[in-house]
């Protein structure tokens, strides 16, 4: 998808585009319409139009205790699916009849 989406960019000279820190100053959508207008500014197509979306990230430091927050864009986002504890079997008889018993 994402090599469709270059091929369908209809942005042809990039900018470069410096968005700021998020140092918590303004508040959260702010922030990511920021984020999101910078992305946009060199990736225009119908496949950002319709399937890419916005993740927040917030990584802490233990020593400095800063803190840095992100608005990355994303097209597929993995998921984690949780193993079964147990499941359920099923027996179901199925009788085959031979033309030759009847």
Not at 45 to 71: E, P
Not at 93 to 102: N, S, T
């Amino acid at each position: 998808m994402d090599l469709l989406h270059e091929d369908l960019n209809r942005v042809k000279t990039k900018p470069y585009v410096e968005v700021p820190d998020h140092d918590g100053t303004r508040d959260d959508e702010e922030m990511s319409l920021i984020f999101w207008k910078a992305f946009l500014a060199r990736n225009r197509s119908i496949i950002v139009d319709l399937m890419y979306g916005q993740l927040k990230s917030t990584v802490n430091c233990l020593t400095c205790n800063n803190v840095s927050i992100t608005f990355d864009p994303f097209l597929t986002l993995s998921l984690p699916i949780p193993k079964a504890a147990f499941f359920n079997v099923a027996l179901i008889p199925y009788d085959i009849i031979d033309e030759e018993d009847k």
